[in-house]
């Protein structure tokens, strides 16, 4: 008898997780009156100004090969952004296109981390980057955050002691995707310390920074507190400022002496970004204020309405999200969130993530995304009232 | 003293070489005169008729995220256009839609080869395999094929003697770039009885299957002899036949029980491909033949050209490509090729591509794109008797 097919893969290869939000979707997808809140995306598509930076740039024949970096205008683009951010300057040699934030969490990874090697990942967490550490063969060790209805918390002693010798990297999504929790400046600091202190990279998913609910107009930044040598690598996307989800265009942001090997990584992953997408990234950038704006201030409303609808049920049990654009809740009596989803899917035809597809401490819990329609945020909530109250 | 950024990266991507065209591009780029036959590309922009597939998928507002395994729309057309190809059922299930041919390769390889693998290499090759599998932590041995006037040639017993017990995969270029070699029907048996006599997987790249300047319209393929449960997985492009290189677009083919496998490295790589990109690659099957029949009319036309003006130096030796569109050429009494495409970049103002970039057996040998405008060819050829005769 001969091995099969599948057998014949590498285990880290044959082993990665399927998508933990994917059983429940397939479970009611194809419902008509399906109230879809278990995706990571707003529902607005891509400013039309945007996608004419696209259009124009292919009726000007621009499908050839282009730099592996990316384009410097667009990195240029990214400097002035981000000197705007964070009022502080930036090199367009730290900036790298990429074809995703996903590809550059993997080029990140590549970078610092492989066979045997472990990764640090509060959680719960966004369940990519561990798998993306997984494929590589490293190992990620889950951090567990504390949960209460005041805020997530992450106790820096706990994350001391989860570092071994083969310890690489520490994950840092603040914004936090599903928690909403956002690291202050002091818990920011902190984890600099540790990192400097056992030579850790942190890998820094600020992707959410911009859909922040407290005071400063954006989430506190590892820019508002790193030098130039410290073992920073950011990775970050386009997906969810400007409605590009499905673009496929991030960038990674990395001290310019890395340059040449991101270039390389780039290369042989996926030899660069087509040229007309990063027109359409450089006017999202420079033109795309206003868009922004707007997303934040729908979140804004998005997150009241939910969070005075959980309210009003009486039951649930939360953190009121002070970034990104999730509700992470529990309902008192359903502990177990795949089956809670599930039911609430098949049930009412109401999408929700469950919260075991993002790791250790988020087993209780449903995954809101409220960057959606009024109607369809209404409706959802009085989906779950009804299946309570059933 | 701390350690540099540098040194902190792991080896594999420390170690990821730089592409050796790059030196020689970078020695002319910049010339008004330039004539630039280096590049891996022909010089047609994307037809139109593919732009304007994705500018009306953009209008619809297809920005959102979208199947991992790609549109099953473009699954579809890929089968059917397989189906033409080669003239046997294919099911869309074994197709998969990638972020480029270069992605199909990384995915391909984090399948089945990693730390301490090694994965063979006929050589001279397209140097992007190689580094693909170096940067996963697996070694590339290349095998020298042997250069004549009449063809290069793979010697399956040295292939065979290159195998080790760390040896997991076989790459196979046919038609290959840069040398032009295809291989004949018989020597794909031989290579898949070796494969499977030592439990190997090929990495098929026939990319540049439809440029085939033999009997019977396309390049033999594995696709012609394989059975169902052999061990191989090919990568695609829309790049060549339809003129998209600058899209980033391609395909993996595979049994459709790796399905899971590779929808998973996709999610955790690039997270899939922008559906208006996958509606222009779905017209470009669907509609594209014509094109195509352009293109490779264009490229016979340009491979008679420069054969005949190499011909009249009488001091160029080559083997005359028998598919894939460039000429691999050496020049007598000039042996480093580095030294020479540096001379002839800057002497000239002609940009060829050094052999010694392709590895083993290349080092004499200069690499001209012949899928180029009649009078670049016409002019580049006139540089080299010039630079001869000086």
Not at 280 to 291: H, Q
């Amino acid at each position: 008898m001969t091995t099969s097919l599948l057998a014949a893969l590498r285990a880290p290869a044959r082993l990665a997780p399927e998508s933990g939000i994917v059983e429940v979707v397939n479970a009611a997808r194809e419902r008509a009156d399906l109230v879809p809140l278990w995706v990571g995306e707003g529902d607005l598509p891509t400013p039309e100004f945007i996608c004419a930076a696209a259009e124009r740039s292919l009726r000007d024949g621009e499908t050839f090969y282009t730099y592996q970096r990316g384009l410097p205008t667009l990195r240029e683009a990214l400097a002035r952004y981000h000197e705007r951010l964070y009022d502080r300057p930036f090199s367009p040699d730290r900036f790298f296109v990429t074809g995703s934030g996903m590809q550059a969490i993997q080029i990140a990874l590549q970078m610092v981390a492989g066979d045997g090697d472990e990764v640090l990942v509060p959680s719960p967490a966004w369940p990519n980057f561990a798998a993306a550490a997984e494929v590589l063969g490293a190992r990620a060790v889950p951090v567990e955050m504390a949960f209460s209805p005041d805020g997530w918390t992450l106790d820096l002693e706990r994350l001391t002691a989860a570092i071994t010798p083969r310890t690489r990297v520490l994950f840092v999504n603040s914004p936090c995707n599903p928690t909403g929790w956002v690291a202050g400046r002091e818990i920011l600091a902190g984890m600099l310390d540790v990192a400097r202190r056992h030579g850790l990279w942190i890998v820094a998913d600020e992707v959410y920074g911009r859909f922040y609910y407290g005071e400063g107009g954006r989430a506190p930044s590892f820019y508002d507190i790193c030098e130039p040598d410290d073992r920073i690598l950011f990775v970050n996307t386009f997906s969810k400022n400007w409605a590009m989800t499905g673009w496929r265009i991030g960038w990674l942001s990395a001290p310019a002496e890395l340059g040449q090997v991101v270039e390389n990584l780039i290369q042989y992953s996926t030899s660069g970004v087509a040229a007309f997408m990063q027109r359409a990234a450089t006017v999202a950038l420079d033109e795309g204020e206003a868009f922004v704006a707007e997303q934040i201030a729908r979140a804004v409303r998005g997150r009241d309405l939910v969070c005075s609808a959980l309210d009003a049920l009486g039951q649930a049990r939360y953190a009121p999200p002070a970034g990104a654009f999730y509700l992470f809740f529990a309902l008192d009596g359903h502990p177990d969130s795949r089956r809670l989803a599930l039911d609430l899917a098949t049930g009412t035809g109401l999408g929700l993530a469950p919260g075991s597809a993002f790791g250790a401490g988020g087993g209780a819990f449903l995954r809101l995304c409220f960057a959606r329609r009024v109607d369809h945020l209404e409706e959802g909530a009085r989906r779950i009232a009804g299946w309570l109250a059933r």
